[in-house]
């Protein structure tokens, strides 16, 4: 049987919920309601939906983005927001301008297992992510959970063709 060329290889890269800077950010949010200030103008305070992913870009040149794999064991929705955050905590806030657009958005219906995704935006914002690599090591997310799902009820990766 003749073959179509050679096989691309793919890279798929897991979104890894980042627990430490997740708990860091919950923690600040904390701080200001004890502390009885408000949030200082810009600031990306942490709602209790959200939570903090990273993806580690094991190779950093020559990506094509392929595909998001993602998948929700039950009915809901997951955001997946990136920004342009290095982060380091300890010394910077997240800023609402460091929040990339457009923002990929996933969801299961309640009849369904298939996945369903917003298709032009989720491939817009995976294709930024090959240019982002070039540049990081790192790439931090907002996820947002609705309709019932957490973190432990979601899976994500992308994946990238080897050019």
Same mark, same amino acid.
């Given at each position: 049987m003749a073959e179509d060329g050679p096989q691309q290889l793919q890279l798929e890269m897991p979104l890894?919920?980042? +627990?430490? $800077?997740?708990?860091?950010m919950r923690l600040r949010v904390e701080s200001l309601k004890q502390r009885g200030e408000k949030r200082p103008d810009g600031e990306k305070l942490l709602l209790p939906a959200e939570s903090v992913y990273h993806l580690d870009f094991t190779q950093q040149q020559r990506l094509q983005f392929e595909r998001w794999n993602v998948v929700l064991d039950k009915p809901g929705k997951v955001t997946i927001t990136g920004t342009s955050?290095?982060?380091?905590p300890d010394l910077t806030n997240?800023?609402?301008r +460091?929040? $990339?657009d457009p923002a990929a958005i996933f969801w299961r219906k309640e009849d369904s297992d298939a996945m369903d995704w917003n298709e032009a935006d989720?491939?817009?914002?995976g294709e930024r992510l090959s240019d982002l690599a070039k540049i990081r090591k790192v790439m931090y997310f907002l996820v947002t959970f609705g309709e019932g799902v957490e973190p432990a009820n979601l899976k994500a990766s992308v994946v990238f063709n080897q050019l």
């Open positions: 890894v919920l980042d +627990q430490d $800077l997740t708990r860091q955050q290095n982060w380091t997240l800023m609402t +460091q929040l $990339l989720a491939l817009e914002f």
